[in-house]
T-cell receptor, first 117, second 114 residues
Framework: DADVTQTPRNRITKTGKRIMLECSQT?????MYWYRQDPGLGLRLIYY???????NKGEISDGYSVSRQAQAKFSLSLESAIPNQTALYFC????????????????FGPGTRLTVL | KQEVTQIPAALSVPEGENLVLNCSFT??????LQWFRQDPGKGLTSLLL?????REQTSGRLNASLDKSSGRSTLYIAASQPGDSATYLC?????????????FGRGTQLTVWP
């Protein structure tokens, strides 16, 4: 089984709809991240969380919100989807400073392809 | 703001060639540098991680080097195979207030033909 899973894998929605993307991990990591990937632009950080009570904005947080329901679960919401949010979304995890071997190596899920019409 | 650049953007080589992918970054205050592989429509697979205090890391036919002072890293792939065809991404992790945040390059799309 995959260590980092994302649901759904593909989603087509309409402008104005609320969408939630979910991420779960079995790696026991404290840190979780949401990125989006656009063709030709590389990956950009949307939000990140260093533990259940810690949420931080990344480079491109406008139009998005997140929820860290548990150590293993981190959800990304688009409150009112718009076409320029069409992208490939990735969740990632990494170990924490307290783990004793903090290299900050990030492990990625398989991605969610979101299309907003 | 950290900027990461990868050259070339695309590379096509015959099987068996040794090749080098380049990555440069503007802020040398990094925690580590990570190389990833991405297959079409798939997620990212971590290939190698180099901590800022290290000069290189090796895994099988892959060798990554880091020159932090000049803001450069290279990924060397020996004896390339068609199965190496993918996009290779370089990412650096910040320090201090940006600790834990990865900054990505746009990738090098590699095609290895038989």
């Amino acid at each position: 089984d995959a260590d980092v899973t994302q649901t759904p894998r593909n989603r087509i929605t309409k402008t104005g709809k609320r969408i939630m993307l979910e991420c779960s991990q079995t790696k026991g990591h404290d840190r979780m991240y949401w990125y989006r990937q656009d063709p030709g632009l590389g990956l950009r950080l949307i939000y990140y969380s260093f533990d259940v009570k810690d949420i931080n904005k990344g480079e491109i947080s406008d139009g998005y919100s997140v929820s860290r329901q548990a150590q293993a679960k981190f959800s990304l919401s688009l409150e009112s989807a718009i076409p320029n949010q069409t992208a490939l979304y990735f969740c990632a995890t990494s170990d924490s400073l307290t783990s004793g071997r903090f290299y900050d190596e990030q492990f990625f899920g398989p991605g969610t392809r979101l299309t907003v019409l | 703001k950290q900027e990461v650049t990868q050259i070339p953007a695309a590379l096509s080589v015959p099987e068996g060639e040794n090749l080098v992918l380049n990555c440069s970054f503007t802020d040398s205050a990094i925690y580590n540098l990570q190389w990833f592989r991405q297959d079409p429509g798939k997620g990212l697979t971590s290939l190698l991680l180099i901590q800022s205090s290290q000069r290189e890391q090796t895994s099988g036919r892959l060798n990554a080097s880091l020159d932090k002072s000049s803001g450069r890293s290279t990924l060397y792939i020996a004896a390339s195979q068609p199965g190496d065809s993918a996009t290779y991404l370089c990412a650096v992790s910040g320090r201090g207030s940006t600790l834990g945040r990865l900054y990505f390059g746009r990738g090098t799309q590699l095609t290895v033909w038989p």
